[in-house]
């Protein structure tokens, strides 16, 4: 069962501290599916001495909930609480009623999305610069957001590093991510993580990062007004690119290839006739492996020509999980449909496939020479308003 606490009293109300220690979740009202058995965590790569540890339901996390005046409380709650129960926890400190108020993401660019009641771990479901607030059940419109969503991306000192430093600091992250990830996380995401009250974190994690990346890219290219210094950005992001595809990481590789195609950065067309003509090409090469025509082939085989270690494109795994988990009864007149089940669990089990081998020593050594290198690729600080970013594009070049 899950456990919240209460541990901090309300900043800006007159709410005093408590500690609570109660027990969430019944079980017995859950829904119930039948699932094939897999293992835990696929950690069969050596990768030196990972920093990263998977994330367990019993993982005590500190939530920060915020309301529309901006006046926040911190719960300390386990990863298995779920929303409908955080809810009633912050409502009581705020001295408001449960009944009118439901718990939401705010992302950056004001929209908000309520989470659902049985929804568990809510801190990595959060969009990359996402906060937790408790909103009138009769909101509407656009929340006024926190200045530490409204974030200015920091430059990155490229010029001091290498492209395949950087590249290699992505690959032993998405690594470290990726081994953390249990097959059982896919099969509950892709059939609806919300029914099984089950934690999702490290799949959360990885598929984030995904999104990170890409808001990383344009965010960096956008942020410079001057056009050499941005076609020098650009030209650094195809060469980590390239980098990120040999060492057979595809989720940062096709994070930075889909941050440079975002229109913020593909309109930029001074920015583009500076970089040069040998890397225009070699960038067109990669577009085309995002062709969506033939579901993905092109994607496909590519990914399934690669020895592992490998990275995969995990947007398209998940959605093929979800649609294998979406498009097949789970029951066939009465009897449980074990095609389904088969194809669920070797789809969730490519994890395990994907994450045996043994990484490059040139890897691990370049990533064990810039250590603070490495601190930066793991907290990048991105813009991942698509309205802003825009608005940054046409602010450098007008037409």
């Given at each position: 069962?899950?456990?919240?606490?209460?541990?901090?009293?309300?900043?800006?109300?007159?709410?005093?501290?408590?500690?609570?220690?109660?027990?969430?979740?019944?079980?017995?009202?859950?829904?119930?599916?039948?699932?094939?058995?897999?293992?835990?965590?696929?950690?069969?790569?050596?990768?030196?001495?990972?920093?990263?540890?998977?994330?367990?339901?019993?993982?005590?996390?500190?939530?920060?909930?915020?309301?529309?005046?901006?006046?926040?409380?911190?719960?300390?709650?386990?990863?298995?609480?779920?929303?409908?129960?955080?809810?009633?926890?912050?409502?009581?400190?705020?001295?408001?009623?449960?009944?009118?108020?439901?718990?939401?993401?705010?992302?950056?660019?004001?929209?908000?999305?309520?989470?659902?009641?049985?929804?568990?771990?809510?801190?990595?479901?959060?969009?990359?610069?996402?906060?937790?607030?408790?909103?009138?059940?009769?909101?509407?419109?656009?929340?006024?957001?926190?200045?530490?969503?409204?974030?200015?991306?920091?430059?990155?000192?490229?010029?001091?590093?290498?492209?395949?430093?950087?590249?290699?600091?992505?690959?032993?992250?998405?690594?470290?991510?990726?081994?953390?990830?249990?097959?059982?996380?896919?099969?509950?995401?892709?059939?609806?993580?919300h029914k099984f009250g089950k934690i999702t974190t490290n799949l959360d994690l990885i598929l984030r990062r995904f999104i990170e990346i890409q808001f990383w890219v344009t965010s960096e290219v956008c942020g410079s007004p001057d056009v050499a210094v941005r076609a020098r950005i650009l030209s650094k992001f195809i060469k980590i690119a390239m980098h990120c595809k040999s060492f057979n990481d595809l989720n940062s590789f096709f994070a930075i290839v889909f941050g440079i195609m975002n229109g913020a950065v593909s309109r930029l067309k001074n920015t583009w006739e500076k970089v040069p003509t040998k890397l225009r090409r070699k960038f067109e090469s990669f577009e085309?492996?995002?062709?969506?025509?033939?579901?993905?082939?092109?994607?496909?085989?590519?990914?399934?020509?690669?020895?592992?270690?490998?990275?995969?494109?995990?947007?398209?795994?998940?959605?093929?999980?979800?649609?294998?988990?979406?498009?097949?009864?789970?029951?066939?007149?009465?009897?449980?449909?074990?095609?389904?089940?088969?194809?669920?669990?070797?789809?969730?089990?490519?994890?395990?496939?994907?994450?045996?081998?043994?990484?490059?020593?040139?890897?691990?050594?370049?990533?064990?020479?810039?250590?603070?290198?490495?601190?930066?690729?793991?907290?990048?600080?991105?813009?991942?308003?698509?309205?802003?970013?825009?608005?940054?594009?046409?602010?450098?070049?007008?037409?």
């Amino acid at each position: 069962p899950g456990h919240i606490i209460v541990f901090s009293s309300c900043r800006n109300s007159g709410c005093k501290m408590k500690f609570l220690n109660t027990s969430l979740n019944n079980s017995s009202s859950r829904p119930k599916t039948v699932l094939s058995v897999f293992a835990g965590g696929s950690q069969d790569v050596n990768i030196g001495n990972p920093t990263l540890q998977p994330c367990l339901h019993t993982d005590q996390v500190t939530l920060d909930i915020h309301t529309v005046d901006h006046q926040s409380c911190q719960l300390v709650v386990t990863r298995s609480a779920c929303a409908k129960d955080i809810q009633y926890h912050v409502t009581k400190e705020l001295g408001l009623p449960s009944s009118d108020y439901q718990l939401c993401e705010v992302k950056s660019s004001g929209e908000y999305v309520p989470f659902r009641d049985m929804h568990v771990s809510l801190d990595s479901s959060l969009s990359v610069n996402g906060r937790i607030f408790i909103l009138p059940s009769d909101f509407t419109g656009r929340v006024h957001i926190l200045k530490a969503q409204d974030i200015l991306s920091a430059p990155f000192a490229f010029d001091k590093e290498s492209s395949k430093d950087i590249a290699s600091h992505l690959m032993l992250y998405s690594l470290e991510l990726l081994c953390n990830v249990s097959p059982r996380e896919v099969v509950y995401s892709a059939c609806g993580k919300h029914k099984f009250g089950k934690i999702t974190t490290n799949l959360d994690l990885i598929l984030r990062r995904f999104i990170e990346i890409q808001f990383w890219v344009t965010s960096e290219v956008c942020g410079s007004p001057d056009v050499a210094v941005r076609a020098r950005i650009l030209s650094k992001f195809i060469k980590i690119a390239m980098h990120c595809k040999s060492f057979n990481d595809l989720n940062s590789f096709f994070a930075i290839v889909f941050g440079i195609m975002n229109g913020a950065v593909s309109r930029l067309k001074n920015t583009w006739e500076k970089v040069p003509t040998k890397l225009r090409r070699k960038f067109e090469s990669f577009e085309t492996l995002t062709d969506p025509s033939r579901n993905h082939r092109a994607i496909r085989l590519y990914q399934g020509s690669l020895l592992p270690p490998v990275i995969p494109f995990m947007p398209l795994l998940l959605k093929d999980a979800t649609i294998i988990c979406e498009g097949n009864e789970t029951y066939i007149d009465g009897l449980v449909n074990f095609e389904k089940m088969r194809m669920l669990s070797a789809k969730a089990s490519l994890l395990k496939q994907f994450s045996h081998g043994i990484l490059d020593s040139e890897l691990l050594s370049a990533t064990s020479r810039t250590p603070e290198l490495g601190h930066a690729v793991r907290n990048l600080k991105v813009i991942d308003n698509q309205r802003t970013l825009t608005h940054m594009s046409h602010s450098i070049e007008k037409k």
